[in-house]
């Protein structure tokens, strides 16, 4: 996507609105609808659009309608799926801050579940940390205890192994969290097939608008409310709903959905700058290459530039592009799931996220390249690496 002379490629950040989800927003404000609560015509309306947004996310994540419910984005939802009684939490700590900071306020044990160097959990080292830590020695826990693993990587892109993982926890009683916000319409997702119990999916990294997304989440499972109030969205989560949003993410789902196979066709373009980005900087390091990832994601480190100096570069250059996670805000902060796959010091600082969507054209491609060599083919930096 080129607007006003810049070059947009952070989808994993957020993704720009998609033309059909900002029609159906409008749509839903301009018309004559209530609150979704109300039985008369007008609340009807309301409920209606909300009725269809469901059936559309349901369709994407391969769930049925009835088990999604809306929030107000996946941090919520994973915040909520987090703040059951759980007593032991098994999570890898590449996790997203969305997960990552609830574990760490639960009063839950966190068993930490180890990673490769790409990244992705040891599936043999977690079924010895799940036998290891079931209560009873049986085949049921004692305790409420709950997996959490994220379907795709917001920094990497790397997908993890995620029904193998559930297929063990289930087995043992172990209740399942998967965060899919970067996988969902990036690559097919099966809720049902794939075994979990919760999901947490987020709008606006579809192409629909922020502060939306759901909590899917299985029949059968037994989860208090933790936004209370109102009975809406069958006493689930309280709160008048948020109509014109909600439209907008059916809208996104639906359309993440027809184009789930041209997203897969965005691995050209990735391959494209990874491959003049190596020939460019032969130093340079596309992290987790060999790893099954998303088609749209490179992350790639410059041993001896900074990240953020680099993301700074990039911008006076007209494209927008991340350092590390960044996922919220212009943060700098070492990235922790780097860290968690082992890497130096010096790549950890200076990795870079490119990542494209549904408007990436080649010719945002030329303009990156073109910005890259300007910017990495000068002199390098002088930095100590403690
Ligand atoms: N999980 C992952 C992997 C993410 O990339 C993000 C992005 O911000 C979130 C969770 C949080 O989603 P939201 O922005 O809807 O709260």
């Known amino acids: 996507m080129t607007s006003t002379n810049r070059t947009y490629l952070d989808y994993n950040a957020t993704a720009p609105l998609r033309p059909e989800v900002r029609a159906a927003m409008l749509a839903a404000i301009d018309s004559d609808i209530g609150n979704a609560s109300s039985v008369h015509a007008h609340g009807r309306a309301a409920r209606a659009v909300i009725d269809q947004a469901r059936e559309q996310v349901g369709q994407l994540v391969g769930s049925k309608a009835t088990q999604v419910v809306f929030t107000s984005g996946a941090t919520e939802a994973a915040n909520w799926a987090l703040s059951a009684a759980w007593s032991t939490i098994y999570g890898a700590n590449i996790e997203h801050p969305a997960v990552m900071l609830p574990i760490k306020r639960s009063a839950a044990k966190h068993v930490v579940l180890p990673v490769d160097a790409n990244g992705v959990i040891d599936v043999v080292a977690a079924a010895k940390l799940f036998s290891e830590n079931i209560q009873t020695?049986?085949?049921?826990?004692a305790d409420k205890q709950l997996l959490v693993v994220q379907l795709a990587n917001?920094?990497?892109?790397v997908v993890q192994p995620v029904g193998q993982l559930a297929a063990l926890a289930r087995e043992l009683g172990i209740t399942v969290l998967t965060d899919a916000v970067q996988?969902?319409?990036?690559?097919?997702?099966d809720f049902t097939g794939l075994g979990v119990d919760m999901m947490m999916?987020?709008?606006?990294k579809l192409g629909g608008p922020s502060g939306v997304g759901a909590l899917v989440i299985r029949d059968g499972v037994d989860l208090l409310a933790l936004v209370t109030g109102?009975?809406?969205e069958r006493n689930r989560r309280g709160g008048t709903e948020n109509v014109s949003g909600i439209a907008g993410f059916g809208a996104a789902a639906e359309a993440a959905h027809r184009d789930l196979a041209k997203f897969a066709d965005l691995e050209m373009l990735r391959d494209r700058v990874e491959a003049f980005v190596s020939r460019a900087t032969p130093e340079a390091v596309v992290i987790a290459k060999d790893a099954r990832r998303l088609a749209n994601t490179s992350c790639l480190a410059v041993p001896g530039r900074r990240g953020e100096t680099s993301v700074i570069k990039f911008d006076l250059a007209g494209v927008s592009l991340s350092a590390g996670s960044a996922c919220s805000s212009g943060k700098t902060a070492r990235s922790e799931t780097l860290d968690a796959m082992g890497l130096n010091d010096e790549l950890a600082t200076s990795a870079l996220r490119v990542s494209l969507g549904w408007a990436t054209t080649q010719d945002d491609i030329a303009t990156f390249e073109q910005a890259w060599s300007s910017i990495m083919g000068g002199v390098r930096e002088v930095r100590n690496v403690a």
């Open 137 to 141: 020695g049986g085949n049921k826990p």
């Open 154 to 157: 917001n920094e990497t892109g």
């Open 183 to 189: 996988a969902v319409g990036k690559q097919f997702v």
């Open 201 to 204: 999916v987020s709008a606006h």
């Open 230 to 232: 109102g009975g809406q």
